[in-house]
């Protein structure tokens, strides 16, 4: 919606949960905080998010606890899907399910912005709306569960660039989809009405991420677009399914994950205490 006077950019965004998940362990059983990835790569320790998530809420609602937290992950990282954030949130609701939840709601959503403009969201989970600076979220009702083609290209996206890149002049001259009169009308079909407003600045910036779009494009995909500021592009295709040749030769490298999107019921059995 434009550039704010803290230089963060107003936006009006959809957040849509999907079925690709990394794997959290929490054990209180710690001295402090400890962090392991025991799968994928993802950074260990305090520039993780999910490490600062731990330290943010313990230090304020249990300083005698500490927790180790074993990470498995499988979300590309850095691949604009929001799995740091995701796991940053997932500390956070973890933690206060398995601590008596010592923080009110707001407290957790204070906590959560602080952390990045995309953590809250991840409190709730399924089908949002995002405002501010993506921060602010009223949850919308969940759009029917399909399936969705995540394509990663081999290549690292700094969203500070992308926002740094965006001119205002560039932006769509269209009210955005959903606003409050539209909120109880959300369907499959106002999505695809909708537009990623940062997706002309990436397409035009990153050739490849042109290339694999228009491979997407031409194999028939009924909707491509980029998922905040990439690197990943999400598509759907007739019938759900992924075309055999794609993923049998995925375009120039790419990571393509078939999966399908989650409404937020299908969340809560994610959260195990034992
Ligand atoms: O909050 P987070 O650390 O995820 O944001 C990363 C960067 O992306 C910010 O430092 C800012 O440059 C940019 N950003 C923005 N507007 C937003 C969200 C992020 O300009 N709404």
């Keep these: ?24 362990t929490l054990d209180l059983d710690a001295r402090g905080v400890e962090l392991t990835v025991a799968a994928g ?29 074993d990470l498995e992950k499988r979300i590309p990282v850095g691949g604009g899907l929001g799995g740091g954030s995701s796991n940053a949130a997932t500390v956070l609701l973890g933690l206060q399910r398995m601590l008596g939840a010592p923080a009110s709601r707001a407290e957790m959503l204070e906590l959560a912005s602080g952390l990045g403009a995309d953590v809250p969201y991840f409190l709730w989970g399924g089908t949002a709306w995002g405002r501010g600076r993506g921060d602010v979220i009223e949850t919308l ?22 926002f740094g890149m965006v001119r205002t002049t560039q932006l769509e001259n269209r009210p955005p989809l959903v606003d409050d009169g539209l909120m109880e009308e959300m369907r499959w079909e106002t999505i695809q009405e909708g537009w990623n407003d940062l997706e002309k600045t990436v ?56 999966t399908r999107t989650l409404t937020r019921s299908s969340l809560d059995r994610l959260l195990v205490v034992r």
């Design 1 to 24: 919606m434009g550039r704010r006077d803290d230089g963060y950019h107003e936006l009006s965004t959809v957040f849509q949960t999907v079925d690709l998940s990394d794997q959290l």
């Design 41 to 69: 790569a993802a950074p260990a320790g305090e520039e993780n998010l999910a490490y600062r998530a731990a330290m943010g809420f313990l230090e304020r609602w249990a300083p005698e606890t500490g927790v180790r937290i």
């Design 203 to 258: 397409l035009a910036r990153f050739p490849l991420m042109r290339d694999v779009y228009n491979v997407l494009a031409e194999i028939g995909a009924t909707m491509v677009r980029l998922s905040g500021t990439g690197a990943t592009l999400f598509a759907f295709f007739e019938g759900g399914a992924c075309p055999a040749e794609l993923a049998a030769d995925p375009p120039f490298g790419s990571r393509v994950v078939q």
């Design 141 to 162: 009702p969940d759009l029917q569960e399909r399936s969705v083609l995540l394509v990663t290209p081999p290549i690292g996206i700094s969203t500070a660039e992308v």
